[in-house]
């Protein structure tokens, strides 16, 4: 069961409501609007201060310290895992898994991430090949490359890093994915097939298929829990989903009720601890890169911050994952378990 909660039934009442002004003036036979036009941005007000502040003295009786999923070590057994797969294809068929990545502009942090992936296809044996273009490459450019990637029998994943810069359309350059290569899962067929019960994706998003995974190896139950997402997103597992976003009127009073939060909204500190019910597990997906160029230590000029005010959360939640360190490295090992499973589908290799 999914429950849309918030703003989302609003846009539809107000355009309802215009076009059944103008309704006299056409030959409509149904009144909704394209969904398309429905599509508002996803815009958070951020805090006022990235800086976390303690939690009122009411809430001291009930604090306690969260279990921290060590997101690393359990994204680390996975490529391990992964490696002995990719020798195994290796000495069997002499063939490996081959992932290309296309980068489009100069941000720092999309740059950082596609460096650790890159990283991490070598530490297991896969092939990588990264293409780049700047930010004011053309749309052509970018779908020729995905092109010569889909007609490339030895390259078995294709990730498009995102943001693209807004002159490109995200969505016609998405769709010209190989669906066999798409395992970023976000082929229109694959979010299809994971949307609708009793069908099965060829590619789970690795976001999503990430967090998942960090739930079931830390021993979390799902089954039959009220969970809310934090950004517009997926989940299944048979927990009862909210989703909450820019839109929604009252984010932190159905976010306090979750039993299980993911934070996917990108606006550093935005989930305090007065929006976390005491126990619950909290999931920061959340990747914000906050200028600190003044900071020696910080080798890229800025540090990430999740959604998630840590050092609130840490005082109720009963699980939390940290920024860096949680959702992420599990996000890479599943680029990377997509990346074989598309390997062993194309060569056949069981």
């Known amino acids: 069961m999914r429950r849309m909660v ?88 002499r063939k490996v898994p081959g992932l290309a990545v296309i980068l489009v502009g100069e941000r720092r942090d999309s740059q950082t991430y596609v460096r650790n992936k890159i990283k991490a296809c070598e530490e297991v044996g896969i092939k990588s090949i990264v293409t780049e273009f700047a930010d004011g490459c053309t749309e052509d450019e970018v779908l020729n490359a995905l092109s010569n990637y889909n007609q490339d029998s030895s390259i078995n994943g294709i990730l498009v890093q995102l943001p693209l810069p807004q002159h490109l359309d995200e969505g016609k350059i998405l769709d010209a994915v190989s669906l066999e290569k798409d395992v970023d899962g976000f082929h229109p067929l694959n979010i299809g097939n994971l949307a609708m019960r009793g069908r099965e994706p060829l590619f789970i998003p690795c976001t999503p298929k990430g967090c998942i995974e960090l739930l079931i190896r830390s ?62 597990v909290v999931l920061d997906v959340g990747t914000c890169p906050v200028d600190v160029s003044v900071d020696p230590s910080c080798e890229y000029g800025y540090r990430l911050m999740g959604d998630v005010c840590y050092e609130e959360a840490m005082r109720l939640a009963s699980v939390i994952t940290p920024v860096p360190g949680g959702v992420g490295p599990m996000t890479v090992a599943m680029l990377l378990s997509n990346t074989l499973d598309s390997a062993k589908r194309a060569y056949g290799f069981t």
């Open 219 to 280: 021993g979390v139950e799902i089954m039959g829990k009220n969970a809310v997402v934090i950004g517009r997103s997926n989940i299944r597992h048979h927990a009862t989903v909210s989703i909450v976003h820019a839109l929604t009127k009252n984010p932190e009073q159905i976010t306090s009720e979750a039993d299980i939060v993911i934070a996917a909204a990108g606006v550093a500190n935005l989930v305090r601890g007065s929006w976390l019910k005491p126990g619950a």
């Open 6 to 93: 918030g703003a989302t039934a609003w846009p539809w009442a107000r355009a309802t409501r215009s076009l059944s002004l103008s309704a006299i003036n056409d030959n409509r036979i149904i009144m909704s609007p394209p969904l398309v036009t429905l599509d508002l941005p996803e815009i958070w007000t951020p805090p006022d201060s990235h800086d976390c502040n303690p939690l009122p003295q009411r809430n001291c009786s009930n604090l306690q310290t969260a279990t921290v999923i060590d997101g690393k070590s359990i994204a680390e057994e996975i490529r391990s895992g992964i490696d002995k797969e990719v020798r195994r294809m290796k000495e069997s068929i």
